[in-house]
């Protein structure tokens, strides 16, 4: 059963619209949140499960951000991207909730509007960027930048993480984007046959579940999705939950892994996802339309 954590809870004044985006559940039991209300700029919150305690939470970015890309990490801080709207760059930190209410440290600066998550434990790094709404594009950013990303199409390599920031939608390139890094392994999303399309023909082409190795060859794991809007990997790398269209219907999905099995959670507008340190729960953005939007909770 989905329970209300958040949306409304933001004390805002009538006629005032919340939309909220990425979420990332921590290891100090809060969820963190990115908010808007109306067009002000957005905003960094945290609650805790049962919509208590909502509060005001500062990045340490270096900037004044306009908006926040959330990844929760393995080791329980979260991977905080911030758009620097007077340089259009992003800003990219480690936010360790339990010792400070700062970041601890930046892990470097990026051109454009990109989402980053890396694996603490190799230092793997990766990031989601965004040149249009409906084109995204994935990337490296540690020392095995030059380690390219491949996947199969039809005995061929397809090179899926090399791009140029500004090339137009309508490129011959294929859609990448939600890397997932697991260990040494990383899941992602691709969709080869975005190539040539733009706009909304763009976002609803199929996208893949793939997973690479260390060779970096993305092996298919499940296909079916349009549209993915968030996903999330437990900490156990055991379940992916991914918010998408599937089947016909824009709904929540539980991936388990590495077999691939998948169920519906819930059904609706959802987007941001974040499973819960134990992994029993997940939070997950559904939108309001009209009015505010919501964080729920689900159980796993």
């Known amino acids: 059963m989905a329970v209300l954590i958040a949306g409304a809870a933001s004390s805002c004044r009538l006629g005032e619209k ?4 990425d979420v990332a559940w921590l290891s100090d039991g ?7 209300i109306n067009q002000a700029p957005n905003k960094l919150r945290s609650v805790r499960p049962g919509g208590k305690d909502v509060r005001d939470e500062q990045a340490g970015a270096g900037c004044e951000a306009e908006e926040y890309g959330l ?12 758009r620097c709207g007077y340089s259009g760059t992003t800003e990219v930190l480690e936010y360790d909730a339990g010792r400070t209410p700062q970041a601890e440290r930046r892990a470097g600066s990026l051109s454009s509007w990109v989402t980053a998550v890396w694996d603490p434990g190799t230092g793997r790094g990766y ?42 939608c309508e490129s011959d390139r294929p859609d990448a984007s939600w890397p997932l890094p697991a260990g ?19 976002l609803l082409a199929p996208q893949v579940l793939y997973r690479a190795g260390a060779d970096g060859f993305g092996h298919e794991v499940l296909g079916g999705f349009a549209d993915v809007r ?10 992916l939950v991914v918010a998408a269209k599937r089947d016909g219907d824009w709904a ?46 689900l159980q796993l």
């Open 71 to 82: 990844r929760a990490l393995p080791n329980g801080r979260m991977a905080v991207s911030a």
């Open 18 to 21: 919340v939309w909220i985006g």
């Open 127 to 168: 990031f989601d960027a965004r040149d249009q709404l409906s084109c995204r594009r994935l990337g490296r950013m540690d020392v095995d930048a030059a380690s390219p990303l491949y996947v199969d199409a039809a005995g061929d390599r397809v090179r899926v993480d090399n791009f140029t920031l500004g090339e137009p």
């Open 252 to 297: 929540l999905w539980r991936v388990d892994l590495p077999g691939g099995k998948v169920r519906r959670l819930a059904d609706g507008d959802y987007s941001g996802v974040s499973i819960a340190p134990d992994g029993k729960h997940v939070a997950a953005v559904l939108s309001g339309g009209a009015d505010d939007d919501e964080i729920r909770v």
């Open 230 to 239: 968030g996903a999330a990997l437990s900490r156990d790398g055991g379940t």
């Open 30 to 36: 809060r969820v963190y949140y990115e908010a808007r």
């Open 184 to 202: 040494p392994d990383l899941y992602f999303f691709a969709s080869l046959q975005a190539k040539g399309l733009r706009g909304d023909q763009r």
